[in-house]
């Protein structure tokens, strides 16, 4: 099966990640490697987590890539990503909520 290597924007279940230039100043690197807790965790390998107030990235290096158990393993160019659960617009209510996978 050949590797699917994500180079500029990919999404793995609820989660979304954008390639950017670098990490903002005030980023502090986190010692865990799980992108989303839950019962289902995404799970960084090969790379550094860091976080601000209300932003997250990771730091990937070579072959870095993102596990899940019900998802298509994800890899990523060397580079910096910032990722997030994605969000949708109720139809009728209006309300935005985080997608639930």
């Known amino acids: 099966m050949e590797k699917k290597l994500v180079k500029e924007s990919g999404q793995q279940g ?3 990640f ?6 903002p100043d005030n980023a502090i690197k986190h010692e865990c490697k ?7 965790p995404h799970v960084l390998e ?4 860091y976080v601000t107030e209300n932003e997250r990235f990771f730091v ?3 072959n870095a890539c993102v596990n899940h ?8 160019e060397n580079g910096i990503w910032q990722f997030g659960k994605i969000l ?4 009728f209510s209006g309300l935005v909520a985080p ?3």
């Open 14 to 16: 609820d989660i979304v």
């Open 18 to 23: 954008i390639k950017i230039d670098k990490l």
């Open 34 to 40: 799980t992108i989303q807790e839950s019962t289902h």
């Open 46 to 49: 090969g790379g550094d987590i």
């Open 60 to 62: 990937a290096k070579e």
């Open 69 to 76: 158990d019900t998802h298509e393993t994800l890899y990523f």
């Open 88 to 91: 949708e617009k109720g139809i």
């Open 99 to 101: 997608v639930v996978d």
